[in-house]
């Protein structure tokens, strides 16, 4: 098994070859967020580009479908929920469709369409979405990026299910065996990069220092969202 | 200080805003030639794009100029050196104006003109490298990669260089800390970490083992060559 990394979402098309197993990796927040709303009991998440047709979905929907995303790292006018994984509890998600639209991750999900397979990945879930991968002859680990830019926590995250996958004997592409480098420098210290990172700034004036904790733990959700007709299951 | 990373040559450009001082970082193997070549008391060396015109040149130069350079990381013909270190010792290059072409690291160098100032760096200088950045208000480390491709042994030296920065109190962007993140993990074990590069494996390939544990020294050669009107010398 071949192990690459690509570094942002808009880089995602020219990478894919059809192969590929793609993880997406969007960890504050999109990624964390959709992995805990699994983890909290939610049926599916239906990934959508703009609020305008999320919004529109909704119409043809169950009422017990919710509206979640962000944009410039708010909740959505009309929507019923954040970006915050802390908002995805089992009393507000359990059983619910949910339809997201989100800035990086699920604009990546979206260009990941050509893959073999997409799968949605981040700390919380790094040893389930590892076990999940074991067959797959190539991996592709889509780094969401912050707007067109690199990401220190989506890199850092490629680089823990990248050691994980490199120990049951994948071969790492150079930048992944980079990524993989960043994570073994950091893994006991994970919330302090994090912290440190461009986005997790950001996230952290905007007063959600509680999410870089919690986006930043290792296995916490034994979950792995599988893309498949234009939405996010869990699929055993 | 702030400190930026560009992961290829062809990205250079782009990247570039006027006020940086660029440090060209082609590990494998022309900044280390570079380096070396200084350090041996050659006298200037001139980056030009293609062999072509370092042909041309050599016919305006004295006769004491050597031409050096690679193709597809083998001698060019005509050409008086390769592109391994090794190959510049002080008997050959002592005095002596090079003219070189090399695929990546002559071509980040020539890409790099619109900044305040541009460096040779590598594993090699990274010390001397990080004396002489002192005074930057901002710094780019201009990993050359390979054929437009990300290079683990150019991001590794970046990281390196941007750890000695961050003793002295320089601010890492993402990307750099991420550089940073892949030294710290690495750094007892660099000539490891450089054979298990894409381009490391192709140049043992070749037969050149010793360069690579060569190139992965830190602080062999405490020079620093400045691009300055179109070429490279030492600036005291």
């Not at 909290?40 to 479908?65: D, F």
């Not at 790292?73 to 507000?92: C, K, M, T, V, W």
């Amino acid at each position: 098994m071949l192990v690459r990394t690509c570094l942002t979402a808009d880089g995602l098309p020219q990478e894919i070859t059809g192969k590929e197993a793609v993880v997406v990796i969007d960890v504050l927040r999109a990624s964390s967020t959709i992995i805990t709303a699994f983890n909290s009991g939610c049926r599916e998440v239906i990934p959508v580009a703009s609020p305008e047709e999320a919004l529109e979905m909704k119409k043809n929907l169950p009422k017990e479908c919710l509206l979640g995303g962000e944009r410039e790292a708010l909740i959505i006018p009309g929507f019923d929920l954040g970006n915050s994984p802390q908002e995805y509890r089992p009393e507000i998600v359990r059983g619910k469709t949910l339809v997201m639209t989100t800035t990086n991750g699920t604009k990546a999900l979206i260009l990941s369409k050509g893959a073999a397979s997409s799968l949605i990945g981040g700390f919380l879930n790094a040893s389930a979405v590892t076990g999940k991968l074991a067959s797959a002859p190539e991996v592709l680990l889509a780094c969401a990026g912050t707007k067109g830019r690199f990401s220190l926590e989506d890199f850092a995250a490629a680089g823990a299910i990248a050691h994980r996958l490199s120990i049951r004997g994948a071969k790492l592409a150079d930048l992944t065996m980079a990524a993989c480098g960043l994570y073994l420098a950091y893994r006991e210290k994970l919330e302090a990069l994090l912290s440190a990172s461009e986005h997790g700034q950001r996230i952290i004036r905007l007063g959600w220092q509680a999410d870089i904790s919690y986006c930043g733990q290792e296995d916490l959700c034994p979950v792995v969202p599988v893309f498949q007709e234009n939405s996010l299951r869990i699929v055993i």
